[in-house]
């Protein structure tokens, strides 16, 4: 196997999704993270594929906010100069500039559920998440997955959607029961987690990838990282 070519850039992944940083370290990449805490609910459109795009320029225009108020909160503090062998430098941190010599990269992305023509955000109480397993049971739903990029140092954005389709086997009662009580399945769009131990016996196909189902699709994320080079 070929080792990891050495990473000519910087990440930033603008999600606090444990999925998503598990993929993100999957692809062999090194990267910090940011959240973008903003009230998805605000924004709404018809189509998913609208929607999940929608929401990642807003969780990437939100982060950019951040990285400008700690940049300028730098900026209003005095320098620290470093002293040595008759040279003085600036020692002042920079979160990025069009001068770096390796670009950072912003990775934003959202995802939600579709069953039968609705769109499924993370459900809103336990009766929900509920009714969200037994409308799957022996049935099929698909998740629509939206990455977008953006190269801080040049400010160029390329995003895009990915869509999967889930097929389940009928999920017993006592499963959905213990999915419901342990919790988990509040914190992902459309109650829907198919990699859980307690769920996977029960998924008969997906058609696509179960990174994109994850809330991460490798090959789109790998595509737009090339575009904004």
């Keep these: 196997m070929a080792s990891t070519p050495h990473q000519e850039f910087k990440i930033i992944l603008g999600s606090s999704s444990v999925a998503r940083r ?4 999957d692809m062999g990449f090194e990267f910090t993270t940011m959240s973008a805490d903003i009230d998805e609910k605000a924004i709404r459109k018809e189509k998913p594929e609208d929607l999940v795009m929608a929401l990642a320029e807003a969780k990437a225009d939100a982060i950019l906010g951040k990285l400008q ?3 300028n909160q730098e900026k209003d503090t005095k320098p620290t100069l470093v002293i040595a062998a008759d040279t003085v430098e600036n020692a002042q941190p920079k979160l990025h500039g069009k001068g770096d010599a390796e670009p950072t990269l912003l990775i934003t ?3 939600v559920v579709v069953y039968e023509g609705m769109i499924r955000e993370k459900p809103f109480s336990k009766e929900e998440a509920r009714q969200f397993l037994k409308d799957y049971s022996g049935g099929h739903a698909a998740t629509v997955s939206s ?3 953006t190269n801080l140092s040049t400010g160029l954005r390329k995003g895009d959607w990915d869509k999967v389709e889930i097929y389940f086997h009928d999920i017993p009662e006592e499963i959905i029961d213990k999915l419901i009580e342990e919790g988990i399945v509040l914190n992902v769009a459309g109650g829907l987690i198919i990699e859980h131990p307690l769920v996977l016996p029960y998924v008969k196909e997906v058609v696509g990838g179960t990174d994109s189902v994850m809330g991460l699709p490798k090959d789109l994320t790998r595509r737009l990282i090339k575009e904004v080079l």
């Design 22 to 25: 598990k993929i993100v370290a």
């Design 69 to 71: 108020n700690t940049e």
């Design 109 to 111: 992305c959202d995802q």
């Design 147 to 149: 990455v977008l990029v």
